[in-house]
């Protein structure tokens, strides 16, 4: 089935188009005592198209994200503390962003949107603590390495195409380590 949508730049764009992922998550846990245990999970998923890749990219074909999620912990309980440690990786493909390229032509800035992934090892660590009867304490860390795999992107500065490679680089308003 076709249909137009009118787009940030108001015109109309004809879509037709048909997505098709599967998602699923396998997981696992073994308790070798009443306290503690190990577990460990695997997800792959994705994130369909939404309305605004429609509008930041009327006239492309939309891209499907697709995201692996594998992770593995330990866990120990008793009257005390509960706690949890994690060892993660992540991985995002086609991860959309935004970069404005300047026309010194027109003088206008045209927005372009670009794809890249990302890959993120890391251990997470939370837990409460229960000194008495009458509160309790949390704690949460997140120490990680964010990083992009594939940004570059080409770019014109005094008239000559100049290509910027941000592979590797960390990810943006991504910490490195986060604790609460």
Not at 9 to 25: E, I, P, R, V
Not at 72 to 78: L, Q, V
Not at 98 to 126: C, H, K, Q, W
Not at 156 to 171: F, H, M, R, S, W
């Amino acid at each position: 089935w076709s249909s137009d949508i009118l787009t940030g730049n108001g015109q109309y764009a004809s879509y037709d188009h048909a997505f098709h992922k599967l998602g699923w998550t396998l997981g696992a846990n073994y308790q070798f005592t009443d306290h503690q245990g190990l577990f460990a999970r695997y997800t792959s998923t994705f994130r369909l198209p939404n309305l605004s890749t429609y509008i930041t990219t009327p006239t492309a074909v939309p891209v499907t994200q697709t995201m692996v999620l594998p992770e593995i912990g330990y866990k120990f309980a008793n009257r005390y503390i509960e706690m949890y440690e994690t060892f993660f990786y992540t991985r995002y493909n086609n991860v959309g962003f935004s970069n404005y390229v300047f026309n010194p032509n027109t003088g206008a800035s045209t927005a372009e949107t670009g794809y890249a992934d990302t890959e993120t090892y890391g251990l997470e660590l939370e837990g409460t603590i229960y000194p008495s009867k009458l509160f309790d304490v949390q704690y949460s860390a997140t120490l990680q390495d964010p990083r992009y795999k594939g940004l570059r992107y080409t770019t014109i500065t005094a008239g000559e195409p100049v290509l910027l490679d941000y592979d590797d680089d960390q990810l943006i308003r991504v910490p490195r380590k986060s604790l609460r």
